[in-house]
């Protein structure tokens, strides 16, 4: 049975630190893993999809790798600002059919 | 930008009663899913719908849950007999294929009291 963990579960830091976040899976057969924010009380914001043929991912100050056979993956988030305070979730597909396994989450405070 | 909108945004209702929950997904988008999010606990996956069926469902979706597509834009999910535990924030969420990035909607909070 597939696990997502997700450690640490909250983090802060000072702004202008990179953030790393670490989210690691117990099966490696997984089809994509997809990075979300979460702001309190809201919905999930996609961040970035990594398909299992990939390694990494890119977006603006986002990047996110792919370990299959480590059942790793790491969301750098660079030069961090208050508004990127949220909760960090990660997602795997483990097949075709577009089901997402969640970890708990992430929760990031960037203080000024 | 498109987006997947959900109504409405907060349900309160009383233990035993039917509640139908509403998502217009993206237009161009061909998969279709319910998820759930008990207050402090993870997203949990309910349902996948395509084509007009259900493709894959998990443990949580018994009996007393179902879905529909009753036109080209809407995607609901009903809960027949709602129970203290279905409490929970609902979200909606489409892709353009099973395997490709999930767009989620804002989420409906369901109170059953």
């Not at chain 1, 997700?6 to 117990?26: K, M, R």
């Not at chain 2, 719908?49 to 949580?60: A, G």
Request: charged share 20%; aromatic share 10%; with cysteine.
């Amino acid at each position: 049975k597939q696990e997502v963990t997700q450690i640490p579960a909250a983090l802060s830091v000072p702004e202008g630190e990179n953030l790393v976040l670490n989210c690691s899976f117990t099966d490696s057969a997984i089809y994509n893993l997809q990075w979300f924010r979460q702001d309190p009380g809201k919905g999930l914001t996609s961040l970035l999809l990594i398909q299992s043929s990939q390694r990494e991912q890119t977006s603006g100050r986002l990047n996110a790798s792919l370990d299959k056979s480590s059942g790793r993956s790491t969301l750098y988030i660079a030069a961090s600002q208050p508004g990127d305070s949220a909760t960090y979730l990660c997602a795997v597909g483990p097949d075709s059919w577009g089901k997402l396994q969640f970890g708990a989450g992430t929760q990031v405070v960037v203080t000024p | 930008e498109p987006e997947v909108t959900q109504t409405p945004s907060h349900q309160v209702t009383q233990m035993g009663q039917e509640v139908i929950l509403r998502c217009v997904p993206i237009s161009n988008h061909l998969y279709f899913y319910w998820y759930r999010q008990i207050l402090g606990q993870k997203v949990e996956f309910l349902v996948s719908f395509y084509n007009n069926e259900i493709s894959e469902k998990s443990e949580i979706f018994d009996d007393q849950f179902s879905v529909e597509r009753p036109d080209g834009s809407n995607f609901t999910l009903k809960i027949r007999s709602t129970k203290l535990e279905d409490s929970a924030m609902y979200f909606c969420a489409s892709s353009v294929a099973g395997a490709y990035e999930q767009y989620f909607g804002p989420g409906t909070r369901l109170t059953v009291t």
